[in-house]
């Protein structure tokens, strides 16, 4: 045992970046794993919860590709844990030096049996559209938490200072609620849409073709609020936010040109869960520009120097950002 604590990295070390970028691509790839369950129709291809059957934890062949495709996605949990389980282990000994490394891994450890479960409801309420959404938001939060992580790991701790000017900071956060805002109406149409997850399956009764667009247009204030945000990263000439505010809008403009050539085409299944998928990288993209928006933490530590003519010992402070 004490050998496997110390083989345990005390740095972020290659180790550590690995795990983080496993816990964001798998929060990603989960959402659309679950998407695929739902766009083929498998949403009950498990009829019950926790087991698959009334009588059997798996899918049995008499289920068919329905029960394969759902009980495929309930075993990706189990991939989301171990690597869960990995990511605390590896942060464990750095609990000193980079306690909010631990805070990020507890709570997406912590998230993924709360999605289990919450999918669990969803498939006991018979895929009712508002729980499925709300198992969206959540995955959403869980991406937007594992892209803080692997920020952290690569650069360390933020201070509460502003590397901007606060009118950027203002601008960046009004991005932040338009694409927030956007999610979350296009969670609304999806559960007014022809993708229920099974046939029969209740739909929460809205005008499908009106949400849609609803959805359209904090998604276009959203864009507009981006093309300014990179003005002012531009005039402040701050590389770092520079960066992410293109990907940030590179992505929004695959994910309106995603949604409105599915809109065209009468919601084909691949080009909905290519919609799904992008959501989330969008959301981990602008969480990446809110915590750009921060200062890195500056710890100084005394260094001693040698003592001086008048026999008394000096004292240094080397900077070094964590």
């Known amino acids: 045992m004490n050998r496997l604590v110390q083989w345990l990295p005390t740095t972020t070390d290659r180790r550590v970046r690995v795990i983080a970028w ?6 990603t790839l989960i959402v659309g794993t679950g998407g695929a369950v739902r766009l083929t129709g498998s949403g009950l291809g498990c009829p019950t919860w926790p087991r698959c059957t009334a009588e059997s934890f798996v899918a049995t062949p008499e289920m068919g590709i329905h029960g394969i495709v759902e009980f495929g996605n309930r075993l990706l ?3 989301l844990i171990i690597i869960a389980v990995l990511a605390f282990l590896f942060v464990v000994r750095m609990r000193r030096e980079r306690p909010e490394l631990l805070r990020l891994t507890v709570a ?7 999605q289990a479960v919450i999918g669990g409801i969803t498939v006991l ?3 009712n ?6 198992h969206f938001v959540v995955s959403a939060v869980l991406v937007a938490l594992a892209t803080v992580f692997v920020h952290r790991v690569y650069r360390g ?16 956060f009004g991005t932040a609620v338009g694409v927030w805002l956007t999610v979350l109406v296009g969670i609304v149409v999806t559960g007014s849409g022809p993708h229920a997850g099974d046939g029969g399956v209740a739909r929460n009764g809205l005008d499908s073709e009106l949400l849609q667009h609803f959805h359209s247009w904090p998604a276009y204030v959203t864009f507009g609020l981006s093309i300014l945000l990179l003005g002012a990263a531009i005039r402040t000439g701050l590389v770092p936010l520079i960066k992410v505010t293109a990907w940030l809008i590179a992505v929004e403009v695959a994910q309106i040109a995603v949604g409105i050539t599915q809109a065209r085409l009468g919601l084909p299944e691949i080009l909905v869960g290519v919609h799904m998928v992008l959501a989330c990288v969008l959301v981990a993209v602008l969480t990446l520009v809110l915590v750009t928006l921060r200062q890195p933490r500056v710890e100084r530590a005394p260094v001693e120097r040698q003592k001086g003519s ?4 000096a004292m240094e402070t080397n900077s070094s950002v964590r």
């Not at 559209?129 to 709300?134: D, K, L, S």
């Not at 701790?157 to 960046?172: D, E, F, K, N």
């Not at 008048?310 to 010992?313: K, L, V």
């Open 22 to 27: 496993a816990s964001l691509v798998s929060q």
């Open 77 to 79: 949990t189990f991939v």
């Open 108 to 114: 997406l450890g912590l998230g993924i049996p709360v």
């Open 125 to 127: 309420t018979d895929l």
């Open 129 to 134: 559209p508002w729980v499925v959404g709300f």
């Open 157 to 172: 701790p933020t201070s509460g200072a502003l590397r901007v000017p606060s009118r950027v900071q203002a601008l960046a």
């Open 310 to 313: 008048s026999g008394s010992i």
